[in-house]
Structures are given as structure tokens and as C-alpha cells.
């Protein structure tokens, strides 16, 4: 019998087609064409980007030259564009203003490889701080509401480029999706006195049947409504609303988590596409005790057809508990092999 649930933060309701359950390898993915032609984002190919705002790199060694290790440079095709003002507008019914906001590529690594699974961790590590870095530094221009770092690996994904990197879009307003998420998780919080997700990540422990991987500072686990089959969310155990106060040893500790956790779901699945997207709170807010930063990882299995763009509900024929024990096995057996 198809269950229906209901996201304990946005109200959101899934449908988890128990009957339609698969196996990870039932799933078609679409296996990533290897680049051909002469990639910007390798080292030695720094001509060929937009000059660098900033960068890890070796002692002595140049800006846009070779010797960095991480790099970040504005998208050659922005969305939005840094200069100019606002100028917030009516045109009769409709609101307007300028598309004003930043549009950077965070390069994580020289190594031509394709995802997050396949760096080493002290790169994935120096990538976790560039973020940390770029959002500090734009939450400083008082015309940008919201960072919003996110990853797309393969072509399902929305990668055009097969060379590992991230994203960053600092926008003029804090995206609706974002938004949904502090409505509901203020709604929780005065109804109840406590965060959403700190709840959250107190029954996933005590359930354990959606947990992916437990660590020190941090949870991974397949969340009770997922929208999508293996979704899978990373959440920092203590409290924190801003990825920003990030320390260094939730760092540490993320690097791995983040490697380990996306290496499951492409041992499961045989290498989907996935995005990942970093949830934060907005710029201008100061410590939230009703919301909680986390990343989400989708991989790209399925589609939305007429229901879902009809109802706004996902059917998600993986239930999360399903996924979350494949990708346990997942691991343990590739350990053994």
C-alpha cells in the first residue's frame, strides 16, 4: 500500500509508491560522456577563465597561474551581474528589478576528475572553506539577500562541465524554497519551542533505519518524506543556522562525511548525476534557534511528469529506509570485495 508523508518542515507531501519499489541497479543512469575538448578548469588552463577572485594556492605562485589547489572565478555566462543597482520597480501589476547578484564558480581541485567522491578529502576540505570564505565575503554587500551554493555532477545534473566544481549565486532575495523552509520551521518552533530539525535528527538516531553514516559532528540519513529515490541529507548535530560559523572541526569532520556519503549512493546506483545544494540562513539574519544549515544530495533518477507538476506532489518509488539500507550495504560489501 503507497504511503503518503508529510514534511515536518515545509508542509510538503510525498508519496513513497511502496509497490513500485526498485532495486538500485532498476534505476537508468545515464553514464557521463568524457570531455573531449580542452578544459578551463584544469591547471595550466587558467587563460581561459574569468580572472580569479580568489584563491588556495602554494607559496609564491601567481594569480591566474598555475600552483592553486582551489580556485573561484566568475561564471562565464552569469545569471545575475554584480554591478548596478536594484532599482525595484512596478510595471502595472507586476514587481521588477534588475538582476543584481554574483554568479562564482568554485573550482575544487587541478585533478581532472568528475565528483566529489573521487577528491582527496584535504580538497573537499579547502572547497568546505571557500565556502565559508565567499559567503562571508558577499554577505558584506548590503544590495544581496542569500548565498546559495550548490553542485551538479553530470549532464542530468545541469553540468556542462565534467571537471569537478561547485557553484555560488548570491541573490537579491532570499529564494521562495528557502523561505518555505524558515516559515515552517518558525511555525515549528513556536508551536513547539524547539528546532524542526535538531527533532529531526533525534528520531532518525533513535529510528536508525534511514541513517547512512553517524559521525562526531555530523548525520547523513535518507529523510522520511523524500521527494526523490536515495535523496539524502547531511546535518551538523549541534545546532547552527548560518553554514558560515562553520569550525574547523566540523570540517574536518564534513570532508568525509560529504566523500563517504556521496561514494554510497554512486555505489548503489552506479554513478548517477546529483546535485547537492547547501542550505543556509539569509544574510541579514543573525542566529536562528528555528532553523538549522544542512546540504541536500539528490541524484537525478526520476522526472516529474503531469501529476507531480499538477498536485506539487513527488511519488519517490525508493522508500527512504530501503535506500538508506542499500547504501549501508553498499559500502560493507565494496569493503569486502
Known sequence: MPEMRKDPITGRWTIIAESRARRPHDFSAAKPH???????????????????????????????????????????????EIEGA??????????????????????????????????PEENIRETLWIYRDRLEDLKKDKRLAYGLIFK??????????????????????????????????????????????????????????????????????????SRAPFETWVIPKKHSSHYEQINAEEVEDLAG??????????LSLDRPAYNYIVHTAPFAEHALERFHWHIEIIPCLTRAAG?????GF?????????????MREAERESAES
Open 257 to 266: 562525511v560529504l566523500k563517504r556519503t556521496i561514494s554510497k549512493i554512486e
Open 307 to 311: 501529476f507531480e507538476q499538477g498536485a
Open 86 to 119: 536594484l532599482e525595484k520597480r512596478a510595471e502595472g501589476m507586476y514587481d521588477v528589478m534588475n538582476g543584481i547578484g554574483a554568479h562564482e564558480v568554485i573550482i575544487e581541485s587541478p585533478l581532472h576528475v568528475a565528483s566529489t567522491s573521487d577528491l
Open 152 to 225: 551538479n555532477v553530470g549532464a542530468l545534473a545541469g553540468a556542462s562541465l565534467e571537471h569537478t566544481h561547485s557553484q555560488l549565486i548570491a541573490l537579491p532575495i532570499v529564494p521562495s524554497n528557502v523561505q518555505e523552509e524558515l516559515d515552517g520551521s518558525e511555525a515549528y518552533f513556536r508551536n513547539r519551542g524547539r528546532c524542526v530539525y535538531c527533532d529531526m535528527i533525534r528520531q532518525e538516531l533513535r529510528a536508525e533505519s534511514r541513517v547512512v553514516l553517524d559521525t562526531p559532528y555530523f548525520l547523513a540519513f535518507c529523510p522520511f518524506a
Open 314 to 326: 513527488c511519488i519517490n518509488p525508493a522508500p527512504p529506509e530501503r535506500a538508506a539500507e542499500f
Open 34 to 80: 568524457r570531455q573531449t575538448r580542452v578544459c578551463p578548469f584544469c591547471e595550466g588552463n587558467e587563460g581561459n577563465t574569468v580572472g580569479e577572485i580568489a584563491a588556495y594556492r602554494q607559496e609564491g605562485t601567481e594569480r591566474d597561474k598555475p600552483g592553486w589547489r582551489a580556485r573561484v572565478v566568475p561564471n562565464m555566462y552569469p545569471a545575475l
